[in-house]
């Protein structure tokens, strides 16, 4: 199986439902196997794991400031947890096994309440076993509507993910564990899909304003996306607006965790096909499809406002404390030690335990924090690729501004890609009380010791 632009009919009846042992209540967030079309067309259906049946899961959509109570119900063979990604939550309700609550075991259940402080493109997923968990589907979208919506005529969410099939069968391929994938670019999979679907339609109209809201829940798989027969601008990045929209041009960068508000015109003409494109070096492929048809209501729009921001507290980052932080390890830069706990490996020990990457000098979440802030301290954290891939860095329960080239700030983000050899500063108001996760979000990095955290008290 290969990726490719060739064009494969969809149907939703190739979706079977295994049974589900449970019966769940409305407010209930299933997570149970099931049987999906997500290999094209003639391809047998894969089994995944789902919240609710399939993938991605469960579309919670909420107004900002709303309650969410969601019990997860656990009717997998593993035990298992959920994180909402990039919500400023309670810290109890985080869901990260061994730091704020324990795993959820097969059978039994764990109430999930909280309330959305603010409007934009969240998500959830397992966060135990999270390399393996996430790459079998066990992730789905989080919505929080603005008071005020802005004006578009669709309102579209597109997750995409990167799956490794394997081609007979069309079964995830079970090698999760792997000592080449954890050391070099993580899991990268053979087929890439939307929404649990090869290359989806979306019929639109002619000149609509469509808002896009896309959600990288691949494993490792970082996008150059670009948009054919659609132009407009880029509203918020990880849920966040920005202060002023910023206007499509060539490419842009999706790592994965990371999400991207856009809203676009339909510029191409009826009977044509908008698409969005994956760009890659040897050209590219279509991710999603827009097939135009004469629009009824819409009239072209002139420019655009932009979102209303959410409330987000004043960063005062010129005397705050700065904090390095060093990624090492992996392919070509190879750990020549590490500690797990205070004990100091080899790299050749850590390898044989399976890990390949340190922040620090530490292989695996170390015992004490790597930053003890105050509650409302700002503090700088400078990310050091010293490695020869990409990483890309989230912190659990606050968003932070990223401090550009010139010292100025820019957009608030939950997850930040550092490119290898680069360093990238972020400023950060601990705002939020809790221990709170800090890691790669290349899953498999992250289980392969890419993995801190931080205290706010
Ligand atoms: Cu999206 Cu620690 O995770
Ligand atoms: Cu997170
Ligand atoms: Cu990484």
């Given at each position: 199986?290969?990726?490719?632009?060739?064009?494969?009919?969809?149907?939703?009846?190739?979706?079977?439902?295994?049974?589900?042992?449970?019966?769940?209540?409305?407010?209930?967030?299933?997570?149970?196997?099931?049987?999906?079309?997500?290999?094209?067309?003639?391809?047998?259906?894969?089994?995944?794991?789902?919240?609710?049946?399939?993938?991605?899961?469960?579309?919670?959509?909420?107004?900002?400031?709303?309650?969410?109570?969601?019990?997860?119900?656990?009717?997998?063979?593993?035990?298992?947890?959920?994180?909402?990604?990039?919500?400023?939550?309670?810290?109890?309700?985080?869901?990260?096994?061994?730091?704020?609550?324990?795993?959820?075991?097969?059978?039994?259940?764990?109430?999930?309440?909280?309330?959305?402080?603010?409007?934009?493109?969240?998500?959830?997923?397992?966060?135990?076993?999270?390399?393996?968990?996430?790459?079998?589907?066990?992730?789905?979208?989080?919505?929080?509507?603005?008071?005020?919506?802005?004006?578009?005529?669709?309102?579209?969410?597109?997750?995409?993910?990167?799956?490794?099939?394997?081609?007979?069968?069309?079964?995830?391929?079970?090698?999760?564990?792997?000592?080449?994938?954890?050391?070099?670019?993580?899991?990268?999979?053979?087929?890439?899909?939307?929404?649990?679907?090869?290359?989806?339609?979306?019929?639109?109209?002619?000149?609509?304003?469509?808002?896009?809201?896309?959600?990288?829940?691949?494993?490792?798989?970082?996008?150059?996306?670009?948009?054919?027969?659609?132009?407009?601008?880029?509203?918020?990045?990880?849920?966040?607006?920005?202060?002023?929209?910023?206007?499509?041009?060539?490419?842009?960068?999706?790592?994965?965790?990371?999400?991207?508000?856009?809203?676009?015109?339909?510029?191409?003409?009826?009977?044509?096909?908008?698409?969005?494109?994956?760009?890659?070096?040897?050209?590219?492929?279509g991710l999603a499809r827009f097939p135009v048809?004469?629009?009824?209501?819409?009239?072209?729009?002139?420019?655009?406002?932009?979102?209303?921001?959410?409330?987000?507290?004043e960063v005062q980052y010129d005397d705050a404390?700065?904090?390095?932080?060093v990624l090492q390890g992996g392919a070509m830069?190879?750990?020549?030690?590490?500690?797990?706990?205070?004990?100091?490996?080899?790299?050749?020990?850590?390898?044989?335990?399976?890990?390949?990457?340190?922040?620090?000098?530490?292989?695996?979440?170390?015992?004490?924090?790597?930053?003890?802030?105050?509650?409302?301290?700002?503090?700088?954290?400078?990310?050091?690729?010293?490695?020869?891939?990409?990483?890309?860095?989230?912190?659990?329960?606050?968003?932070?501004?990223?401090?550009?080239?010139?010292?100025?700030?820019?957009?608030?983000?939950?997850?930040?890609?550092?490119?290898?050899?680069?360093?990238?500063?972020?400023?950060?108001?601990?705002?939020?009380?809790?221990?709170?996760?800090?890691?790669?979000?290349?899953?498999?990095?992250?289980?392969?010791?890419?993995?801190?955290?931080?205290?706010?008290?």
């Open positions: 199986m290969m990726l490719s632009r060739r064009r494969f009919l969809q149907t939703s009846t190739a979706m079977l439902l295994v049974p589900v042992g449970v019966r769940a209540a409305s407010s209930d967030l299933v997570a149970q196997a099931a049987a999906q079309q997500i290999a094209p067309d003639g391809y047998p259906t894969t089994p995944v794991w789902t919240y609710g049946g399939s993938v991605p899961g469960f579309d919670i959509r909420v107004r900002q400031g709303e309650r969410v109570q969601r019990t997860l119900v656990n009717n997998l063979p593993q035990p298992t947890a959920v994180h909402w990604h990039g919500i400023r939550i309670a810290n109890a309700m985080d869901g990260v096994p061994g730091l704020t609550q324990e795993a959820v075991e097969a059978g039994a259940s764990f109430d999930y309440d909280f309330v959305v402080p603010d409007a934009g493109t969240y998500w959830y997923h397992s966060h135990n076993r999270s390399m393996e968990q996430v790459a079998r589907g066990l992730y789905g979208p989080l919505i929080v509507e603005e008071a005020s919506p802005p004006d578009v005529d669709r309102d579209l969410m597109l997750m995409l993910d990167d799956w490794r099939l394997d081609p007979d069968t069309a079964h995830i391929v079970n090698d999760f564990d792997n000592g080449h994938d954890l050391s070099h670019a993580g899991r990268l999979g053979n087929l890439v899909t939307v929404n649990g679907r090869f290359d989806p339609d979306y019929p639109v109209g002619t000149a609509e304003r469509l808002r896009l809201r896309l959600i990288n829940a691949s494993n490792a798989r970082i996008y150059d996306l670009s948009l054919d027969g659609l132009s407009g601008w880029i509203v918020a990045l990880d849920g966040m607006p920005l202060e002023q929209p910023l206007p499509v041009e060539e490419t842009f960068p999706l790592a994965p965790a990371q999400r991207v508000d856009l809203i676009v015109d339909v510029t191409a003409k009826a009977q044509e096909i908008a698409s969005l494109v994956s760009v890659e070096r040897d050209g590219g492929f048809s004469e629009g009824a209501a819409a009239t072209p729009r002139q420019g655009i406002d932009p979102l209303p921001p959410n409330s987000m507290p404390p700065l904090h390095r932080m830069r190879w750990l020549e030690a590490a500690k797990i706990g205070d004990t100091e490996l080899t790299g050749r020990e850590l390898a044989q335990l399976g890990r390949f990457w340190a922040l620090n000098g530490y292989a695996e979440r170390p015992k004490d924090p790597f930053l003890d802030a105050r509650l409302g301290q700002t503090h700088r954290i400078e990310f050091v690729n010293e490695t020869a891939f990409p990483h890309a860095m989230h912190l659990h329960g606050h968003h932070f501004r990223i401090v550009l080239p010139d010292g100025s700030l820019g957009p608030w983000r939950d997850t930040v890609l550092v490119e290898r050899g680069q360093s990238r500063q972020i400023a950060l108001v601990a705002d939020n009380p809790g221990d709170w996760l800090l890691h790669c979000h290349m899953l498999g990095h992250a289980a392969s010791g890419m993995m801190s955290w931080f205290r706010v008290s």
